[in-house]
């Protein structure tokens, strides 16, 4: 039952990322990552890396997929899990494609928080 228990809280931080994408609500996606998140990976061949408030500068910036009525999707894939770090793979699709989105969580106190974003296109 307790694994169960960690891997709704895994999914619940996903959901943060994937409502905050969906909806561009910046504030909806901090709640799924530590202030002190990294990301890093490719789009095309360009590689971003950078701390998370580059991630909610680019959503800020840019009109959500609820507004534009563009398509968002994201599916887990698989969760590992070892005590109180976890993760999680992702496959997330837009309106660019599919990419794959590795993301690693970190459980502080009672609630997991997405500590890293890796993601490359899927070939």
Known sequence: ????????GIRRAIAHYVDGMRTGHVETLKRGFHEQAILCGYLDDHLIAGPIADLYAWVD??????????????????????????????????????????????????????VSKLWDSES
């Open 1 to 8: 039952m307790e694994r169960l228990s960690e891997e709704q």
């Open 61 to 114: 910036a840019n009109p959500a997929p609820a507004a534009t009525g563009d398509p968002f999707a994201c599916e887990i894939l698989g969760i590992d899990l070892t005590g109180r770090v976890a993760t999680a793979t992702v496959r997330e699709r837009d309106r660019h494609g599919a990419v794959i989105d590795y993301f690693h969580l970190l459980k502080i106190g009672d609630n997991w928080s997405i």
